[in-house]
């Protein structure tokens, strides 16, 4: 019997990204809202940082370094930014760059 496997569920949310431990959030001390959410991968000896900061109401920005530099930068909603900051997380785990 054939059987369907799972979709991935791609985080649409810095909470739902964050759900994974090797994204670390910094977070304000009065309201608790966040920040920053970075995920850094190393691979073949380059270190990667991903990382999300929101930039005004229904905006936010992603970047991603490699060794110190940034090489790739794109800003939109929240969803559309955790989708892409998993799927480059993803490629760049499997060795493939985004």
């Not at 073949?44 to 940034?70: F, H, K, Q, S, Y």
């Not at 955790?82 to 060795?95: G, I, K, P, V």
Request: net charge negative; with cysteine.
């Amino acid at each position: 019997m054939y059987r369907e496997q799972p979709e991935e569920l791609v985080p649409r949310s810095v909470a739902e990204l964050t759900a994974d431990p090797a994204w670390m959030v910094t977070r304000t001390g009065t309201t608790g809202q966040w920040l920053t959410a970075e995920r850094v991968v190393e691979r073949n000896g380059c270190r990667r940082r991903i990382g999300l900061t929101p930039i005004r109401p229904g905006a936010v920005a992603l970047m991603l370094w490699a060794d110190g530099e940034v090489v790739e930068h794109l800003r939109g909603t929240e969803a559309e930014v955790c989708a892409t900051a998993h799927r480059w997380a993803a490629e760049l785990l499997s060795e493939r760059q985004p």
